[in-house]
């Protein structure tokens, strides 16, 4: 076996390093919508139960602390899938990304370029309605520059309007935050059935197959034999001290604060009812194990298709959750709890099967990565570093924290041990992930720490582009 992998290796690498590109890999990209880190993939004795993400995992390496660039959907995507920070594009928000960067060459579209077959299913993109931006999760561009040269958008699934938790009027309700048991067809149904015609295709061309899922996102909805998994009594909610605000900034307060219509209601709930809080947090859970199963399917399909062994696949969430820890449900904060992600490359020949790096990256660093892994020539003028060193050696030193952005101004760099936190008015949180995993002990008013923040500051993003601003449009 050893030998085997031994030849592999070396024959990759000659193709690889002489830029003989016989065998050029299919890609596999699946995404996932804001799946958290409080799933087995992280640690056996977590809640939520990922088995296929384990399954994958055990191929390849599994990157213990990878970080989105921004924990929102559009922000974190568009980096991702340009390879640009948002403080070199500007969008640091939901702008429509196409109006911003109309010629830009996506990572898809420049394996196109070098001859790859581009196919994308879901939610990959941010699926905005506006226009300019990414209708149902692809690319909007003319043909000639799009992502994709065939996509399958979003499909809407028959769920819509279930109002499942109770809630009918306010912020919080039908029209995105119902949860509960839901035993109909949804939008990854569509979106996996799609990607498994594709793979049932005799293909004469290298394959970028890219599927979106959409769970856990809200509404977090699941079929009732996962949720059989998960005994509403037993449900684990995340430790949530009354005081963990007292050593916090006004800052961090109203940041966190975007987040309580999805807090305080269900809190409120008698905990028996639809619509209370450890209802919604049993369903996330579920949701989270709905969309193990969507992705179980599509690597079952990938290996009957016979590509399995010259394919790489990558898989990424794009950002975490908070679960009510910091008095927040949901993403948009500066915190570990939503930027921590899923994130494993399985790459033959390269990557030793079940292997795990502890070092921080940024999923900013996929684009040159899949670029280097493939054989191409990088692209000029894009973020990030390839993490080809680190696949090969996940021990090895590395010296490139992940930077993470909340709005323009507001930054967090993770390092080995540390999470720095700077709000646009200066105010700053230090976390030591060695003895506080939750984040609930700030010690940045600490002198004891003072060469550690001062370490950290110097990381901060020397060049911030100002946000972009789209074109008023006309109302209809
Ligand atoms: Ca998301």
């Known amino acids: 076996m050893k030998k085997l992998l031994l030849i592999s290796f070396v024959g990759f690498l000659f193709s690889t390093c002489f830029g003989q590109q016989v065998n050029k890999p299919n890609i596999l990209f699946i995404s996932i919508d804001d799946m ?27 990157f213990e602390r990878a970080y989105c660039t921004s924990p929102g959907c559009a922000p974190s995507r568009n980096s991702i899938m ?97 949860w509960g048991e839901a035993n109909v067809k949804m939008v990854d149904h569509y979106t996996v059935e799609w990607i498994e015609e594709q793979l049932a295709k005799q293909w004469d061309k290298p394959l970028f197959l890219a599927a979106g899922i959409y769970k856990p996102h809200l509404p977090h909805y699941a079929p009732s034999d996962i949720f059989d998994l998960y005994p509403f009594d037993e449900t684990r909610l995340p430790p949530m001290p009354e005081d963990d605000f007292d050593d916090l900034s006004e800052a961090a307060y109203k940041m966190s604060q975007n987040q309580h219509f999805r807090y305080q209601l269900p809190m409120e709930q008698p905990e028996n009812s639809p619509g209370s809080f450890k209802k919604m947090i049993q369903s996330y859970q579920a949701s989270a194990t709905f969309a193990d199963r969507m992705i179980g399917r599509i690597i079952d399909k990938w290996d009957e298709s016979g590509m399995a062994d010259n394919t790489i696949i990558v898989l990424w969430a794009d950002h975490g959750y908070h679960l009510g820890d910091k008095k927040s449900v949901v993403k948009f904060t ?105 984040e609930h002990n700030n010690l940045a008013g600490d002198d004891k720490y003072a060469g550690v923040l001062a370490e950290h500051r110097q990381y901060l993003p020397k060049n911030e582009a100002p946000s972009f601003k789209p074109k008023p449009r006309n109302k209809e």
């Open 36 to 62: 958290n880190d409080w799933t087995t993939l992280f640690d056996k004795s977590n809640p939520i139960k990922t088995p296929n993400l384990e399954r994958l995992a055990a191929r390849g390496c599994f």
């Open 82 to 178: 340009t390879g640009l920070k948002p403080t070199t594009s500007g969008l640091y928000g939901f702008q429509p990304w196409r109006e911003a960067l109309p010629n830009e060459v996506t990572l898809p579209k420049y394996f196109n370029n070098y001859g790859w077959a581009t196919r994308g299913a879901g939610k990959l993109f941010h699926h905005g309605k506006q226009p300019g931006s990414n209708v149902g999760g692809g690319d909007d561009a003319p043909a000639k520059i799009n992502s994709f040269e065939e996509f399958y958008p979003m499909q809407m699934g028959n769920v819509k309007g279930a109002n499942l938790n109770g809630f009918t009027e306010g912020k919080i309700g039908v029209k995105a935050g119902d």
């Open 334 to 438: 500066l915190w570990e709890k939503a930027n921590r992600v899923p994130f494993i490359i399985v790459a033959p020949g390269v990557t030793t099967p079940g292997s795990r790096c502890s070092r921080p990256v940024s999923l900013v660093n996929i684009y040159k990565t899949l670029v280097e892994l493939s054989g191409l020539p990088q692209k000029e003028g894009i973020d990030g570093n390839s993490l080809v060193p680190l696949l090969k050696n996940p021990n090895m030193e590395w010296n490139y924290p992940a930077l993470m952005s909340q709005g323009e101004g507001n930054y967090a760099i993770r390092s080995d041990r540390w999470r720095y936190i700077r709000y646009k008015n200066g105010e700053e949180e230090l976390y030591d992930h060695d003895n506080d995993p939750w």
